[in-house]
C-alpha cells in the first residue's frame, strides 16, 4: 500500500501532466534587427595609433562575403579632443567584402592633458537588389 506522500506526489503529477501549459510569448525576431546583428558580428573594428600617441585611427574590416554599409557611428565621451568629431555621423562607408576601412582619425587637441573617446556604430548588409553589376 503506498505512503500518503507518495499518492499526494502521484496526484499532483497526474494534475500537472493534464493542465494546460501556460508560457511567456516573445515577440518574433524583427529582420531589420537581425539583418543588422549578422552584420555587425561580420566586422572586426580596432583603433591604432599613428604621429606617435597624438592620433589614434577607428578601423573596420569586413569578414564576410557581402559588403556592408556602415549606416551610422557615434563618437561619444570625447575629452580634449581636436576638432568636432564627437557626435552621430551618417552614413558611414559602405565596405567591400574581406575589405578594411579608416571609420574616423581622432587627434588630441592639447598634448599636455589626457584625452579619451569612446566609439559605436551600427551596420546592415548591402541589399543585393541595389548592388550594381
Not at 503529477?13 to 534587427?33: E, H, K, N
Request: with cysteine; hydrophobic share 45%; proline share 9%.
Amino acid at each position: 500500500m503506498p505512503r500518503p506522500n507518495m499518492i499526494a506526489l502521484l496526484a499532483l503529477v497526474v494534475m500537472l501532466g493534464t493542465a494546460p501549459a501556460i508560457a511567456q510569448t516573445i515577440p518574433p525576431p524583427d529582420s531589420a534587427r537581425l539583418a543588422a546583428a549578422s552584420a555587425s558580428a561580420a566586422l572586426v573594428h580596432w583603433v591604432a595609433s599613428s604621429s606617435g600617441a597624438a592620433e589614434q585611427t577607428i578601423f573596420i574590416k569586413n569578414s564576410s562575403e557581402r559588403p556592408i554599409d556602415i549606416t551610422s557611428y557615434e563618437i561619444y565621451e570625447c575629452l580634449n579632443l581636436a576638432k568636432s568629431v564627437c557626435g552621430v555621423h551618417a552614413p558611414g562607408p559602405r565596405i567591400a567584402a574581406g575589405k578594411t576601412v579608416a571609420l574616423q582619425t581622432i587627434r588630441q587637441r592639447d598634448r599636455t592633458a589626457r584625452w579619451a573617446f569612446q566609439y559605436r556604430f551600427m551596420a546592415a548588409f548591402v541589399p543585393p537588389d541595389s548592388l550594381q553589376p
